[in-house]
């Protein structure tokens, strides 16, 4: 079967599971998955009943889109997302965007938990992303190009769309919450970074470091999206502060950060500016 026909297939599924048709779609990253209970009317989809989905299996995940609405909005959420380094391909791990795309999805938030490069920062805070840095050597487009996708050689100058981080810094205002902002780079993992990596990162012009969202964004883009990344810092990286690293301490922070940041996700997906707005 070819990939097309995959994701096809999976559309399909889900087309006969629900009828709402949500054009924003969010991903929920580590210990964020709250979010989901904002969602009236869920109609719950567990990825393992998605034909050709990849099952996810890190703690603190939930492995289910959640389809309902937040005010009069449709949405949809990826409660549980896929890292690259549970073993996917960066293309695996992206199939659930080209089957959201397909199904008619317009704008993706993208969220996660990430370690702080800034030393201005603090664990706790919330940060809009403006750009990335793609420490990897791989893409999620890696591989023969179908067309019917998108461009073989996707533009990537403003991956995350301005106007909708516009958005984003007014809603946090208008909620008194405050909203850092920076540059997000991408570490494999599973392990976490040397004080040296961290440091080179600073070098690059990173302000944070995490496990997930870019290959997410490179393809969403691709696809034909608009992208809103938001970042819930968890901890101060590696050499940055002198405490060891665990994703129970990831978990924690960021259950402890989840109602700011939820009432921030719901504002913005309620008053969500469709795309000809902009
Ligand atoms: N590094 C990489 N990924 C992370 C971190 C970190 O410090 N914190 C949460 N996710």
């Not at 889109?65 to 791990?93: C, D, P, T, W």
């Not at 965007?97 to 704008?107: H, P, S």
């Not at 993706?108 to 050597?137: E, K, Q, R, W």
């Not at 080179?200 to 302000?207: I, S």
């Amino acid at each position: 079967m070819t990939f097309y026909d995959q994701v096809r297939q999976a559309a399909d599924y889900i087309r006969e599971c629900t009828d709402l048709r949500p054009r924003t779609a969010i991903i929920l990253g580590s210990g964020l998955g709250e979010l989901a209970e904002h969602i009236q009317d869920a109609e719950i989809i567990p990825y393992r009943e998605i034909p050709g989905f990849p099952a996810s299996s890190v703690a603190g995940h939930a492995a289910r889109l959640v389809f309902g609405r937040i005010g009069e909005n449709e949405v949809v959420a990826m409660q549980g997302r896929f890292h690259y380094y549970e073993g996917y391909s960066m293309k695996e791990l992206c199939l659930p965007l080209y089957v959201l795309r397909q199904l008619g999805v317009e704008d993706l938030v993208v969220t996660n938990a990430c370690g702080a490069v800034n030393a201005a920062f603090a664990p706790g805070d919330l940060m809009l992303i403006t750009d990335h840095i793609n420490f990897s050597g791989r893409n999620p487009l890696i591989g023969s190009n179908d067309e019917r996708f998108g461009p073989r050689f996707p533009d990537m100058s403003e991956a995350y769309d301005k106007g909708l981080g516009a958005f984003a810094r007014e809603t946090a205002a208008s909620l008194e919450i405050p909203l850092q902002e920076g540059v997000y780079a991408f570490y494999s993992g599973p392990s976490f970074e040397t004080a040296a990596e961290i440091r080179a990162f600073k070098a690059l012009g990173a302000d944070t470091v995490g496990m997930s969202t870019v290959p997410e964004t490179i393809t969403a883009v691709y696809l034909g999206m608009r992208v809103l990344g938001l970042s819930c810092i968890t901890n101060m990286a590696t050499g940055i502060a002198e405490k060891k690293h665990s994703h129970e301490e990831v978990l924690l922070t960021a259950s402890k950060s989840a109602e700011r940041f939820c009432a921030l996700c719901d504002a913005l997906l309620r008053d969500w500016p469709a795309g000809e707005s902009f």
